[in-house]
Structure formats: C-alpha cells, structure tokens
Nanobody, 116 residues
C-alpha cells in the first residue's frame, strides 16, 4: 500500500534552515508528481510546493518562493523540501502528498517550529 514517511523537522531559529525528506513506497514514485503541504496550528492545510515526476517543473506558494526548494531523487523514492531563511510564520506540521484520480495520500507529518 502507499506509504509516505516524512522526517527532518525540528526547532530552528529564525533565519535558519531545515531539509525535510519524504520516503515513498507502494506506488510508481518515478512516474508521480509529489507535493508538500503545511498546516499551522488552528489553520487549514495549504500547498507549499509541488514537483513533476521528472523533477523538471516545480511550483511554490508565494509565501515561500525564493526561500524553499523542492527536489526529488527517483532512485531513492524520496522527495525533499529545502527550507532556508525560515521565519516564525513557517512554523507548521509539514506533510508529504501524493494524489491519484481517486485518492489523496498523506504522510504522518513532521513538525517545524521556527522560534528564538
């Protein structure tokens, strides 16, 4: 079955960096677009970044453009989110996402807290 396992979250000071990873299994990863979402406390889950199956096209929410980079390693079935120049408003649970025509799959999420 589809499994998405996020890792790499933690506590970081403003201006710092983190790299999130999402290890995927149970589907044809190298032929699938992938996304990262985030959900701050008490707020709805929103799209942060997305990447095509080959990695040649990426897209970002305006709030993270120029600071976050989504990438993937199809040999490792892993998608990454490099987060630089982190701000307190980036604090959230970050989720890996995979969608088919009939299902939406989520990982368990990884907590990112940006605080001094």
């Amino acid at each position: 079955q589809v499994r998405l396992v996020e890792s790499g979250g933690g506590l970081v000071q403003p201006g710092g960096s983190l790299r999130l990873s999402c290890a995927a299994s149970g589907f044809a990863f190298s032929r699938s677009g992938m996304s990262w979402y985030r959900q701050p406390p008490g707020k709805e889950r929103r799209l942060v970044a997305a990447i095509t199956d080959t990695g040649d096209i990426t897209s970002y929410a305006d709030s993270v453009k120029g600071r976050f980079t989504i990438s993937r390693d199809n040999a490792k079935n892993t998608v990454y989110l490099q987060m630089n120049s982190l701000k307190p408003e980036d604090s959230a649970v970050y989720y890996c996402n995979y969608k088919t025509w009939s299902h939406i799959y989520w990982g368990q999420g990884t907590q990112v807290t940006v605080s001094s």
